[in-house]
């Protein structure tokens, strides 16, 4: 079994993934630049959402949650260019929203689980994406914290968090900014 300290590292290690991730993936796809501007930890009662989240299942070395919550103006921007190929009706631009925010979220947590070879000796797992729009808590967990690191863009904010018990972030977190 782990130490907290081991998990807290593995905490560490799967937001600066998720961070390096995502600034590749939106630079090289869509043309847009990220920059990192603040983080926090705690209970998760207190995570605020922003207006489209998608949150993924990992499980594996230890079972955790990531959400990647949107301001409109951005995941509406991510939506434009993945569908500029083809016409969208008025009425399917909220589906096209979402599926925007759940294949964000696939890729990126996909190509994360290739930073983290030491979980991958066990196998990773991971669940389909649930979004939530205009969700302003997520579900109870018992004991669950948060780390949540702001992403800033031209086209608006996003920010990353990972969810899960107390224990895994019983460590120094600042090492993942």
């Not at 998990?7 to 990220?34: K, P, W």
């Not at 230890?62 to 009706?89: G, H, P």
């Not at 399917?92 to 991958?120: F, K, S």
Request: charged share 20%.
């Amino acid at each position: 079994m782990s130490t907290p300290a081991q998990l807290g590292d593995g905490i560490g290690q799967v937001m600066q993934s998720a961070i390096a991730r995502t600034r590749n993936y939106f630079e090289s796809e869509y043309g847009i630049d990220v920059a990192a501007v603040d983080s926090g930890t705690g209970d998760l009662e207190s995570l605020t959402l922003l207006d489209m989240t998608a949150i993924i299942g990992i499980g594996g070395r230890f079972n955790l949650q990531i959400a990647f919550s949107f301001q409109d103006d951005l995941i509406n921007t991510l939506s434009q260019r993945m569908t500029e190929d083809f016409k969208v009706q008025p009425d399917e631009i909220e589906m096209y929203r979402e599926a925007a925010a759940g294949d964000v979220v696939n890729t990126i947590v996909g190509h994360c689980t290739g930073d983290l070879p030491q979980w991958n000796h066990q196998g990773i797992s991971m669940t389909p994406p649930i979004i939530l729009e205009r969700a302003k808590t997520i579900g109870c967990m018992k004991n669950a914290m948060f780390f949540t690191q702001g992403l800033s863009t031209a086209f608006g904010r996003m920010n990353i968090s990972l969810l899960g018990p107390r224990e895994l972030f019983y460590t120094h977190l600042d090492d993942a900014k």
